[in-house]
């Protein structure tokens, strides 16, 4: 049973839409990230918070914007996206100063 | 740049002992690590070494760590069915870089 959760777990949506991610964590962590899990490709770093604070854009495209209104949540916000963002986008959670993160089931994104 | 590489695919029988692979570019690296990742899940830690130690033993993993080379490996033995999953290495030196992960089948 994994501490860190994500709604939904899939999504489909249209070009023009906008839409939020959410990711919630239960394990007392700090930082947040958000990944993105393509087929064949490595996993991408999106975004890092450390205490609510961003400390990484992974040079992201603005349609994707994150908001971390407290260390336990994590939202992605979506908006005017394109087919090849479809993919596997994976909320993680870690305690400052320790190297394990720990990753949510995933939300499946498809955009048509 | 940093970098982590992996072979894509590996198939065992069951009762075998896997063998899964990883090469990494950042000697700074503190800690490496192996996660795993089954059809439609999240990555799940399956287990870590520090950059000090040689080998970590863990039930049926070994983790072997050669810093000269630079190399990783995941021993898993008596493989199961349950294990067929995408197996990535990772290395962290102040964020994680993944590999592209290795997909082990297990054929009973």
């Known amino acids: 049973e994994t501490g860190v959760t994500q709604t939904p777990r899939h999504l489909v949506m249209g070009m023009t839409n906008k839409k939020s991610l959410k990711c919630e964590q239960h394990?007392?962590?700090?930082?947040m990230y958000w990944y993105k899990q393509s087929a064949k490709k490595p996993l991408e770093l999106m975004f890092v918070y450390n205490f609510k604070e961003q400390t990484e854009n992974n040079s992201v495209p603005s349609r994707f914007s994150p908001e971390c209104p407290n260390s336990s949540h994590l939202f992605l916000h979506l908006h005017t996206l394109q087919p090849e963002d479809s993919a596997l986008y994976l909320c993680a959670s870690r305690r400052i100063r320790t190297y394990e993160q720990y990753f949510g089931p995933g939300t499946r994104l498809t955009v048509t | 740049g940093e970098d982590v590489e992996q072979s894509l695919f590996l198939s065992v029988r069951e009762g075998d002992s896997s063998v899964i692979n990883c090469t990494y570019t950042?000697?700074?690296?503190?800690?490496l690590y192996w996660y795993k990742q089954e059809p439609g899940a999240g990555l799940q830690l399956l287990t870590y070494i520090f950059s000090n130690m040689d080998m970590k033993q863990d039930q049926r993993l070994t983790v072997l760590l050669n810093k000269k080379d630079k190399h990783l490996s995941l021993r898993i033995a008596d493989t199961q069915t349950g294990d067929s999953a995408i197996y990535f290495c990772a290395e962290s030196a102040g964020k994680l870089i993944f590999g592209q992960g290795t997909t082990l089948q297990v054929k009973p």
């Open positions: 394990l007392g962590h700090n930082a």
């Open positions: 950042d000697s700074s690296s503190t800690y």
